[in-house]
């Protein structure tokens, strides 16, 4: 079956960086978009970044997001980051219509 796996999340203090990284396997790899989300607490799901868009709200201008397709990677690098950063951050994407989530990784921003 198709699985997104995130890894690189890990606690990191204020103005520190972090790339993340989604790697895609099981056979479908035509992805018509992707992206990240995060869960952070207290606040709803919210999209931080598409393929399609960049970065967005909070993360635009810190945040960078790009495709690797000989690696069949999804990355998010992060930089300048805030404690409102803190958050679970899933990998995204739809192939023939159908959704696709990672299992989260992770990112604690704190002194």
């Known amino acids: 079956q198709v699985q997104l796996v995130e890894s690189g999340g890990g606690l990191v203090r204020p103005g520190g960086s972090l790339r993340l990284s989604c790697a895609i396997s099981?056979?479908?790899?035509?992805?018509?978009?992707m992206g990240w989300h995060r869960e952070a607490p207290g606040k709803e799901r919210e999209l931080v970044a598409t393929?399609?868009?960049g970065p967005l709200g909070s993360a635009k201008g810190r945040f960078t997001i790009s495709m690797d397709n000989a690696k069949n990677t999804l990355y998010l690098q992060m930089n300048s980051l805030k404690p409102e950063d803190t958050a679970v951050y899933y990998c995204h994407g739809l192939a023939g219509g159908h959704a696709y989530w990672g299992q989260g990784t992770q990112v604690d921003v704190s002194s």
């Open positions: 393929i399609r868009g």
């Open positions: 099981g056979g479908i790899f035509d992805f018509s978009t």
